[in-house]
């Protein structure tokens, strides 16, 4: 498990930013933190900016370097080239702190003079040095390639320029059982129905937040999602089931531009009140997993491959653009391994 912390400024306000590829068990850990807060408009986990903190996580004040005008024209440059071209913000960001980062390491130097050498001095003296996740190597590698392809020219050739091997980790899935306990363990309607949506449906957790009333279609018995990950809409099978709670829900709290609206009437429910709804569920029902809402949207996936559905109709319920980020569901699927006898029952 690796992680980088760097000093940030949030809200006027010193802060130490933690980063780290998702994983439910740093999540959870960091949690535990005094004063960790999560940034929905950064995508990250900060805390205060202390000498404890800046002790344990290894912030070095001397080390940080400011950008010179070369670094900040350049930044600025990329960032107005995103933006041209419908980047979202969150992109845009991630994007423009891995080459910031990149080209602060190379302060001292020019950037047209930048050269294959100087990407693999990178990887090995900041990013292998400081112990930093492949994930995180990948966004310098794509924030670099497409800068210098697309804003300046460069001595850099891109055809030798080699990923990291990632990391193969299964899915977090849950069982049926252990589904049907989260779901029946709410007694808030509109929480069992924002649980019971994103797994009958396979939803990310801003892709249900994102749904209007006008996005159920109770005609076709579809749920229609606008502009999800990868700016892509597609749609979702609506069950006879939620359809009925759905109606119910509508007559008791009408919402007026999202389907599901936090205190402030026309505002989405928020992302984080909806995580803690998930964990309250977990703890009425006595699940002890570290499940969030994605595992979920996991277990959507694997219990429709165990019941037969060809592999892909899940890519496109899913969205995915690529077979391959589906078939990582075949591996979690239990229908055929439990059919395979161990040989030590022959013993």
């Known amino acids: ?22 994983n439910d068990d740093l999540i959870a850990r960091i949690k535990r933190l005094n004063g960790a807060r999560w940034s929905n ?40 080239w995103l933006r041209a071209k419908r980047y979202s913000e969150k992109t845009l960001a991630t994007y423009s702190d ?42 310098i590698i794509n924030a670099v390639k497409l800068y210098f392809k697309t804003i300046k020219d460069t001595k850099i050739d891109f055809e030798k320029i080699h990923r990291p091997k990632r990391a193969k980790l299964l899915p977090n899935v849950l069982s049926k059982q252990e ?3 989260i779901l029946e363990a709410q007694t808030n309607l509109k929480h069992k129905m924002m649980l019971s949506l994103i797994y009958s449906c396979g939803l990310r957790c801003g892709e249900l937040l994102a749904l209007e009333p006008k996005h159920i279609d109770s005609k076709r018995n579809i749920v229609l999602l606008k502009n999800s990950k ?34 402030t009437i026309g505002m989405p429910y928020d992302a984080r009140s909806l995580q803690q709804v998930m964990k309250q569920s977990l703890q009425k029902a006595k699940i002890t997993k570290p499940a969030t809402l994605h595992w979920l949207r996991h277990s959507f996936a694997t219990h429709l491959l165990e019941s037969g559905t060809d592999l892909r109709y899940i890519q496109e319920l899913l969205g995915h653009s690529s077979s391959k980020t589906t078939e990582i569901y075949t591996h979690v699927s239990t229908k055929n391994i439990q059919q395979i006898k161990s040989p030590f029952d022959d013993l």
């Open 98 to 139: 891995a080459l910031k980062s990149f080209l602060l390491f190379f302060s001292d130097k020019s950037i047209n003079c930048l050269t294959n050498e100087d990407i693999i001095l990178y990887h090995n003296e900041y990013i292998i040095k400081n112990k930093l996740s492949e994930s995180y190597q990948n966004q």
């Open 230 to 263: 990868g700016k892509k809409d597609r749609i979702a099978p609506l069950s006879m089931k939620i359809l009925e709670m759905l109606r119910a829900y509508y007559m008791v709290y009408k919402p007026t531009k999202y389907l599901f609206e936090g205190k």
């Open 41 to 80: 408009t950064l995508r990250v986990w900060h805390l205060p900016d202390t000498e404890y903190y800046r002790e344990k996580f290894k912030i070095v004040v001397a080390e940080i370097k400011l950008p010179n005008e070369e670094t900040i024209e350049a930044l600025t440059k990329f960032k107005q």
């Open 1 to 22: 498990m690796h992680w980088e912390a760097r000093l940030i400024s949030h809200n006027k306000e010193s802060r130490i930013a933690v980063y780290f590829e998702k």
């Open 179 to 181: 589904v049907k306990a």
